[in-house]
């Protein structure tokens, strides 16, 4: 975040409230303290007809959005835009495959 000057955008204001990002990966793990507050369940949807779940079972969608939106929390790491809506669109399978 230093290499990108994010604390000087942080402290300026832009913090991505009021920004909805849509993740089209492999899920996001919903449970994940840095992710939850900023996940938008009701939004999220799994287009993998034999994976309902927008859960992450191949970590990648979670680390993702992890880098966009990590909640400002005092633990585990921080996004870029740390007050910024996450939306989960899964469009990867647990192995990071899809068609």
């Known amino acids: ?6 604390p000087g955008a942080w402290n300026a204001g832009y913090t991505g409230a009021g ?24 939004l999220s949807t799994s287009f ?9 079972g191949f970590g990648h969608g979670t680390h993702v959005a992890g880098i966009i939106a990590a909640a400002h929390n005092g633990f585990g790491s921080i996004g870029v835009a740390p007050d910024a809506e996450l ?8 192995t990071g495959s899809g068609y």
Do not use: F, Q
């Not at 975040?1 to 994010?6: G, L, R, S, T, V």
């Open 19 to 42: 920004v909805r990002v849509a993740i089209l990966d492999t899920g996001i793990d919903s449970t994940h303290p840095d992710l939850a507050p900023n996940l938008n369940s009701a």
């Open 87 to 94: 939306v989960a669109v899964k469009v990867l399978d647990s």
């Open 1 to 6: 975040m230093d290499a990108i000057d994010a």
């Open 48 to 56: 993998v007809p034999y994976e309902p779940s927008i859960n992450d």
